[in-house]
């Protein structure tokens, strides 16, 4: 199994936890994001994935891009440990807390929206670093929201087992935390997020200890 990948790809550092938790080998393959105007864009990545967008994972002669469809995949395909509930309630929380910040917060501070900003917008640095940090501020109120009061929240997201929406509130908070976000109306998102940084499957994925980090 191969993960095309950048070690500070949010939707990369999703299938890494994925695939540790579920103790998965697979071999990292570093598709650098700025080097050589975004190794993303070249023919022989884009033959991969058309998109031209990271991560991809190649299993076999399966290819598989966007990284809520390569969870999936892996929760078929590799069912033990679950990372989805059993009961039908529990799997559509699930999904709903990790489809806000994949689909919600997730496309607003993609890397390639923010250099349209700049590049083609005219927004400096500033006001590109504003607009990050108002969809993060938006986003996560939201995912606090979801989950402080809620009795379906344990020490993770959901219950005390880890499930797909702890996989993507590690990355995002991380992204949060790497642009200076005040997290500091979030206690329940950052109270989940250390006990996750606690397992190994997710220290393990963190973008410095990846081949690629610079």
């Given amino acids: 199994m191969k993960l095309y990948g950048y070690f500070r790809s949010s ?3 999703r299938v890494r936890i ?8 697979y071999e990292h393959v570093s598709v ?3 080097k050589d105007g975004g190794q993303q864009f070249s023919d ?3 033959a991969l994935n058309p998109t031209a967008l990271i991560p991809t994972l190649v299993d076999g002669d399966v290819t598989i891009g966007q990284s ?3 969870l999936e995949y ?4 590799y069912p033990e440990p679950a990372l989805l509930p059993q009961d039908a309630a529990g799997r559509a929380r699930v999904r709903s807390i990790a489809q806000a910040i994949a689909c919600d917060i997730h496309p607003l501070n993609n890397l390639r929206v923010l250099k349209h900003l700049k590049h083609e917008l005219g927004a400096d640095d500033a006001t ?3 607009w990050y940090r108002h969809w993060i501020n938006v986003g996560l109120r939201s995912i606090e929201a979801m989950l402080a009061g809620n009795p379906a929240t344990g020490r993770y997201c959901h219950g005390d087992q ?3 929406a702890d996989v993507l509130l590690v990355p995002q908070v991380f992204n949060a935390r790497r642009f200076d976000c005040d997290l500091s109306e979030m206690p329940t998102v950052l109270r989940i997020v250390e006990a996750c940084s606690a397992l190994e499957a997710f220290a393990k994925a963190e973008p410095a200890r990846q081949p690629d980090a610079e």
Avoid: R
């Fill in 11 to 13: 939707a990369a550092y």
């Fill in 18 to 25: 994925a695939l540790n938790l579920k103790g998965i080998d």
């Fill in 32 to 34: 650098h994001l700025l």
């Fill in 44 to 46: 022989s990545y884009k």
């Fill in 68 to 70: 809520m469809a390569i």
């Fill in 74 to 77: 892996l929760e078929e395909t």
């Fill in 128 to 130: 590109k670093d504003a």
């Fill in 162 to 164: 880890v499930s797909m």
